[in-house]
């Protein structure tokens, strides 16, 4: 066997082999990009998909609901005028829906002047969601959604997110996941 410093001879000359070390460069910079190339597909794919067509009332104001939460109170809609709210559509089962949760939840603790409510589609009764807004400590209501609902605003895939202005009005639409930074620029 031959020693670290002398190269391996094989039937076409020295196998001449890099220490360990000089690849990882060359490896990180592989990742790095991969990740890179990943994020700038999924923001493109986000700019460019349209926005869910909801049915807005006669004054063009987002359609009006009434929602049981988890705490057992109905949520309206219209009670929550003269405030900014966040309406997202999510599912317990649905894996986009959990992968943004931490960004809602942060964003929820660090905004508390605007209203953050789950509407939760498909995922149980009010009890089991309950629980489950108690293990994914969610600091938000969360609602449990039905067909109405998602129906008039145009839900076809979850998650989907509505931004509602202190009017009633919509002014940002999002389907897929949406982060933390992105409601912040949304609510300004």
Known sequence: ???????????????????WW???????????GSIAAAFVLFMAIQWVRPDPAVHTAADGTAPDFALVATDGSTVHLSDLRGKKVILNFWAT????????MPGLRSFARSHPDVVLLGIAVDSGTRAKLAKDKEVMDLPYPILVGDAATSKAYAVSSLP????????GHITSAQVGPIFGWQLALATR
Not at 8 to 19: A, D, H, M, T, Y
Not at 22 to 32: E, M, P, S
Not at 160 to 167: A, G, K, N
């Open 160 to 167: 989907t997110t509505f931004v509602v202005d202190e009017t």
């Open 93 to 100: 089962w649905c894996g986009p829906c959990r992968l943004e």
């Open 22 to 32: 000089k690849n990882v460069g060359r490896q990180i910079g592989v990742w790095v």
């Open 1 to 19: 066997m031959s020693s670290p410093s002398e190269p391996e001879l094989s039937p076409k000359g020295p196998i001449v082999r890099e220490p």
